[in-house]
């Protein structure tokens, strides 16, 4: 009687194991497709508009569901890698922070036709260093403050000032490589202050690089993107330079040949040209594309 009751029981027992293990199954595959089912969007981005990407980001990833993987570093680097990887290519679409190279790539037919689009305008600014920033003997203190009071902007002359006095070491980005390492040069050059600065120069492989140089203490002053300043909090002092100074920094964008995700490139241009994102520019450290 006993053995014929497990008998009977024991194909049950192994019916609702069965069911209990395929359930389980089924739950893990319905988990792996949906971490499978967020397209991933492969962004190589000037160092100087990371900050705002970064800050933009929880934004755009919630309304496309999708998850931005970003590469940040100097346009002419990621320039040469987007030339280098077109048998397998390693980014969707690239945020550059000059004209020059999405122009280059166009050229070489490397990308969507009539992707490139303007989507900010660059700012510099000089950034000191607390032992800097508090030395009387800079000036740098004293005029940040008379700024802030009246709401002016640095002169010609006092940006000489600051810039052409002194032994400090002025950090810059690459020129040949970062767009804002080139505006600087170009601007250090026609203020005629090159004579003075060329020896203590020193350069940082893009404008990210130049902050963390800054911030550990291996150069006094730096002309950095104004994003890079804004980003770098109390950390140092720092001042906006006036655009006229410079050349114009434009950047844009273009959405690369080979893509897998053109409907999301798509979006994120259209994202970053909207009229919010215009309006936020500003407080990121850009000016608006148009």
């Known amino acids: 009687m006993t053995e014929h009751t497990g008998n009977f029981f ?23 497709c949906g971490e499978r089912a967020q397209p991933v969007l492969r962004v190589a981005v000037d160092a100087s508009f990371q ?12 309304a496309c569901g999708c998850r931005l993987q970003t590469t940040a570093g100097a346009s ?5 890698q987007i030339r280098a990887d077109t048998a397998q290519p390693s980014f969707d679409l690239m945020l550059s922070a000059d004209s020059a190279r999405p122009v ?9 036709p009539a992707s490139r689009q ?16 508090k030395s009387k003997s800079s000036g740098f203190s004293r005029l940040s403050m ?24 002025l950090v810059v980005a690459d020129p040949q490589l970062a767009p804002d390492g080139d505006a600087a040069v170009k601007m250090l050059k026609k203020l005629r202050l090159w004579p003075r600065v060329k020896n203590r120069m020193v350069y940082a492989g893009h404008s990210g690089h130049a902050q963390i140089m800054l911030h550990q203490g291996q150069g006094d002053l730096g002309v950095i993107p104004y994003s890079q300043a804004l980003a770098s909090g109390r ?12 050349p114009p920094i434009e950047l844009q964008m273009v959405i690369l040949r080979d893509t897998r995700q053109r409907t999301l490139a798509i979006r994120l241009l259209q994202y970053l040209r909207s009229t919010p994102v215009q309006q ?11």
Not at 76 to 80: I, K, R, T
Not at 118 to 133: D, E, H, I, K, Y
Not at 149 to 168: E, F, M, N, V, Y
Not at 235 to 246: D, K, L, N, S, V
């Open 280 to 290: 936020k520019l500003p407080e990121l450290g850009f000016r608006a594309a148009e």
């Open 118 to 133: 303007a989507f900010a305008r660059g700012q510099l600014a000089v950034w000191a260093n607390p032992v800097v920033s």
């Open 235 to 246: 950390r140092g002092q720092y001042m906006r330079i006036p655009e006229q100074f410079h």
């Open 146 to 169: 008379e700024l802030a009071k009246s709401d002016a902007t640095l002169t010609p002359r006092q940006l000489i000032l600051l810039l052409g006095r002194g032994k400090h070491k």
């Open 76 to 80: 002419g680097l990621l320039y040469s």
């Open 104 to 112: 280059l790539l166009e050229k070489a037919g490397l990308t969507v």
């Open 10 to 32: 024991r194909p049950r027992l192994l019916c609702r194991t069965g069911v209990t293990l395929a359930v389980f199954l089924v739950s893990l595959l319905l988990a792996a």
């Open 51 to 62: 900050p705002a990407l970064e800050a933009l980001r929880p934004e755009f990833e919630a």
